[in-house]
């Protein structure tokens, strides 16, 4: 039964046995603190059918409470059998300290095949392990200071985009599919695509996407993508637009000398090579991995920011402190790389809003042999299905899960809390590779946007999660940017 979006405390979490977190943001107490749209779970177990028109639904709202609670929760299929970890021993044991035994999915793979073959994000074994080597020195530390200046000049476009428009109420999920898909060109193919190539390419990824719900309750019923013709056609129609656009691009870079190359993405991916083997990635290999990126860098981070701006606006006191704390860090100009790692309460609003809505809804695994998870036995043709949903708002893995409490990183409890059971980058070696990256450009984003603009919600309007291949709203993210006129607004 759909239970609706709340924004009321409709649905109380036991006290469970999560480390007692006492803090007070800037000594507001617990009942002060915004508690943001998420779906009150039904009381009991819910019916396969429900389970299936949730899953067409693509949200969480036939998921009982109890699927926040067990350590290892059995979803309800007809045919294979879905167990989903949320505490934190057996997800340790599945993503990092058994995860030979549980590789990346086929159903990911199976989803994911026209559009990047055996590239990193699915691959498993040897594959994956060369391709991640070689790509490793592409996303390192260093690198981010590099990609600095072309990352605020994207910012500093989309600043300016915003305050020439005439209305001040805007769905910010189209802005930040933008600017995150603009990021990532610049960083990639340096200054070389115009703003139409970004949207055109942007909106070819939004309709890949929005195909994979419908795709993913076919893997649960067991049958075949075949029995949609339509879509399986229009999918394939999209992957070979997506890859063309891409393929161009990386064919005219290959065609530009060495050392005429720009200092960016993908001249280092073809400069790659595996220190083992000495193999260096082929002109589809690069597709794949360049498609890669796209997938896995932006609708990630449009989610993540999207949803920052919907918990800031709802919650003026962190909004203001946010603020604050940028203009008292961030000097009038370019941007200084040392700087951006004084904003620790920018960090901390970013880290919530990833808790409370991890852009990646699911990471599926494979299991090869049988193996004890906790008291479940795993056998080898389940399918283990990690929610970060459920893990990161478990009353027993988190206190006052479902309230936007940014300074809940900075007590005893909470840090407990991110070691054993925040995995929005997920852990492990199959961690995410551009974490540092998507960091990076969530606090210039959220600094620049919070420093130009009021952000205050529309009246009537609340978003409805959407668990498609990443968290998004239904309804879009509707809020106010009221543009501010004082000195200091500005990137
Ligand atoms: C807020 C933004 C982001 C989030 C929440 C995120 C999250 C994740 C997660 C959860 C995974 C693992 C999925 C699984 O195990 O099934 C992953 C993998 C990956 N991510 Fe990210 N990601 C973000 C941004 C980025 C960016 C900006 C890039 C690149 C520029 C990137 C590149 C990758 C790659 C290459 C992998 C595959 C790693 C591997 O399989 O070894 N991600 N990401």
Known sequence: MWHGICNQPAFVAPDGVAPMDTSMTQNRPHSDLFRPAAPVPPPSRPRFSQVIRGMLRADFSHF????????????PTLGRRVLMPV????????????HPNYPKSQVMQRLLAPLINDGMFVANGDIWARKRRMLEPTLELSRLKVFLPLMQGAVDDMIARLRARPDTAMDVDIETMRVTAD?????MFSERVTAEFVDELAEAFRRYQASTPEFMALEVMGLPFWVLPHRVLKTRRTSRQIREMLARLVRQRLATPEEERPDDLLSSMIAAHDTVTGHRFSE??????????F?????TSASALSWALYLLANDQAAQTRLRDEVETTLPPGPIAFSNLRKLRFTRDVFRESLRLYPPVTCYLRDPQDQA???????????LIAVVPWFVHRSPKNWSHPNLFDPDRFQTEGGRESTRKSYIPFNTGPRACSGA?????EALLILSAVIRNFQVDPVAGHTPQPAAWMTQRSRNGVWLNLVPRTSASAQT
């Open 436 to 440: 540092a990256f998507a960091t990076q």
């Open 295 to 299: 997938i896995a860098g932006h609708e």
């Open 87 to 98: 505490r934190p021993k057996p997800l340790r044991t599945v993503l990092a300290e058994q």
């Open 284 to 293: 589809a290999e690069l597709i794949d991995e360049v498609v890669i990126f």
């Open 372 to 382: 004890d998870l906790g008291r479940t036995r795993v056998r080898a043709r389940d």
């Open 183 to 187: 990021i990532l060109c610049r960083t």
């Open 64 to 75: 009982s409470i109890k699927a926040y609670e067990k350590a290892v929760y059995p979803i």
